[in-house]
């Protein structure tokens, strides 16, 4: 998916070659090191989708996907713990709220006005 999305905006000329690798870049790193910080509760999976989601949306609609996406996510840990009596061990997938994030988002358009735009 990611070449994908590269392929289509080099033909397009939507933006240059350095932003695509810069959006890549943040996407995947700021899960990388969120696995790397936490010894691999986080998988690399969500690293690769969060990825993906930056370059076929953009920075901005990713800041919001990922806002979008941690919000709800604490919010359905929190029901099940409470609710469910689930433990707080138990691992919950990251990606469904990441999904939801990014459609959210990009319906939005990245929530333009409320957050910088990256696009040159």
Do not use: C, N
């Not at 010894?39 to 990922?66: E, N, R, T």
């Not at 990014?102 to 040159?120: K, Q, T, Y």
């Amino acid at each position: 998916g990611i070449a994908l999305f590269i392929v289509m905006k080099l033909l397009w000329h939507e933006q240059p070659v350095w932003m695509m690798a810069l959006e890549g870049g943040i996407g995947f790193g700021v899960f990388w090191l969120i696995w790397r910080l936490t010894k691999g509760q986080l998988g690399l999976g969500d690293a690769k989708y969060s990825a993906f989601i930056a370059v076929a949306a953009g920075l901005s609609s990713w800041f919001g996907a990922l806002f979008i996406a941690s919000f709800v996510g604490l919010v359905g840990a929190a029901l099940l713990i409470l609710l469910f009596k689930f433990d707080r061990k138990t691992r919950i997938p990251f990606a469904p709220f990441l999904t939801m994030g990014a459609a959210i988002s990009i319906l939005f358009d990245g929530f333009r006005g409320l957050l910088p735009d990256f696009r040159v």
